[in-house]
């Protein structure tokens, strides 16, 4: 599976932004998939994930309530929805993919696409 995230930008606090991560491969659907995040000058760190038939999501406490991971499998695209946007969500963010269950560790995810740089600007 090889991904392509995209939708970066810029954007003030409070505002919202909606990542989107293209994938190939016809075994779409048989992946779970999830985004991660890197702040400057830290460690990639969990976001959201969604389960390969869409049924079951996990969020960071620390996105909870504010950003959504919905999947559409005819599109074979996964976005990241995020809605009341803090500074501290500033970040290059990465979708990922996994073959069995959602990854919610770096170690775990299978494929990785190449980053997407989000500013939010207080």
């Known amino acids: 599976v090889q991904l392509q995230a995209s939708g970066g930008g810029l954007v003030q606090a409070g505002g919202s932004l909606r990542l989107s991560c293209a994938a190939s491969?016809?075994?779409?659907?048989?992946?779970?998939m999830g985004w991660f995040r890197q702040a400057p000058g830290k460690e990639r760190a969990f976001v959201a994930a969604i389960s390969w038939s869409g049924t079951m999501t996990y969020y960071a406490d620390s996105v909870k309530g504010r950003f959504t991971i919905p999947r559409d499998n005819a599109k074979i695209t996964v976005y990241l929805q995020m809605d009341s946007l803090k500074p501290e969500d500033t970040a290059v963010y990465y979708c990922?993919?996994?073959?069995?269950?959602?990854?919610?560790?770096?170690?775990?995810?299978?494929?990785w696409g190449q980053g997407t740089l989000v500013t939010v600007s207080s």
């Open positions: 990922a993919s996994r073959r069995r269950g959602m990854a919610r560790a770096v170690d775990e995810a299978d494929y």
């Open positions: 491969g016809r075994t779409f659907s048989a992946y779970a």
